[in-house]
Nanobody, 120 residues
Framework: VQLQASGGGTAQAGGSLRLSCAAS????????IGWFRQAPGKEREWVSC????????FYADSVKGRFTISGDNAKNTVYLEMNSLKAEDTAVYYC??????????????WGQGTLVTVSS
């Protein structure tokens, strides 16, 4: 099982970025994919989760209405579209495979992080 996160970069406040999490070794029907983020000096925070098997998406209150998670089963990839970015969205973003939940313990496999920097 491998997860490859990409798409991070720098955006201005109010701008947009799209993160990708390419999965290998399993299909999206088997594991849900979650996104977490970790800002400097802070704990890792759950952001969103996509479950292909039940057709559900979940969001933290802090990103609801601004971020959209989706999956492409053909590409075995999950996307996190981030709009109306704020400075407080600045963090390293990680994708993980497991079961949708807010705790890191719900996820069994983790990808490397991708850095998102939002300038105000």
């Amino acid at each position: 099982v491998q997860l490859q996160a990409s798409g991070g970069g720098t955006a201005q406040a109010g701008g947009s970025l799209r993160l990708s999490c390419a999965a290998s070794g399993f299909t999206l029907d088997y594991y849900a994919i979650g996104w977490f983020r970790q800002a400097p000096g802070k704990e890792r925070e759950w952001v969103s989760c996509f479950s292909s098997s039940v057709g559900s998406t979940f969001y933290a209150d802090s990103v609801k209405g601004r971020f959209t998670i989706s999956g492409d089963n053909a590409k075995n990839t999950v996307y996190l579209e981030m709009n109306s970015l704020k400075a407080e969205d600045t963090a390293v973003y990680y994708c993980a495979a497991g079961h949708c939940g807010w705790s890191t313990k719900a996820y069994d496999y983790w990808g490397q992080g991708t850095l998102v920097t939002v300038s105000s």
